[in-house]
């Protein structure tokens, strides 16, 4: 398995550019979270790059979720969570009383694990977000969802059912959806919460293209329990451990030539 994973992190170093000095559009500085009495996020220290897709990958129950619901706040809607240090996000502190949340999660889209249309139409699950930042103009909202469903590369399969309810589309049809709407906002970064874990192989590899294809214009964050698509389709890659990063790297170097053991033992297979 491990051979097979440096294979897949060097051919994708080599189709790529070579990653050069880009600015961080996130930094996590001495992150500290508190579920309760629960300390699940330990002194997390992160800079995470524009225009890269930054995978996060661990076992269950250590932290990635976690980390990627406190970078656009999200984990605040879970009762008695506490936080200490710092994530800035282009030059600002997001824990700044006067940073409005629903200012960052306009920048800061979202897609989850299972795909979550809304009850609606295929049209008005995308035009949602447009119409709740005051977008009535119907021939924008025109323009906004096939902008946005070309954006996730759905639009020749549904662009003569756009009236129909989404619940009536596959699994991976729908998954695609959600990320249409995500894209409808217009974000900066997109997080992505093991994404592909519902879907079937051919779905998978219409997202992870897809994912590719969307960093030439925003910055991705992918948790994956998938150590192949990882290395697929990441540029860096942070291996968390027990609410710790344990390294960070750029993904060819974390799958070829891990410098922690405990890195070495989990993308082998050792544990997790």
Known sequence: MQTTLIKEAELKQQANK???NKQPVYQTKQLNLWYGTNHALKNIDLNIMENEVTAIIGPSGCGKSTYIKTLNRMIELVPSVKTSGEIIYRDRNIFNKNYRVEELRTKVGMVFQK?????????????YGPRI???????????????SLRGAAIWDEVKDRLNENAYGLSGGQQQRICIARCLAIEPDVILMDEPTSALDPISTLKVEELVQELKSDYSIIIVTHNMQQA?????RTAFFLNGEVIEFDETNRIFSTPEDKRTEDYISGRFG
């Open 133 to 147: 930042h005051g977008i009535k103009n119907k021939k924008i909202l025109d323009e906004i969802v096939e902008k």
């Open 115 to 127: 795909p979550n249309p809304f009850p609606k139409s295929i049209y008005d699950n995308i035009a």
């Open 231 to 235: 290395a697929r389709i990441s540029d």
């Open 18 to 20: 070579k990653i050069v």
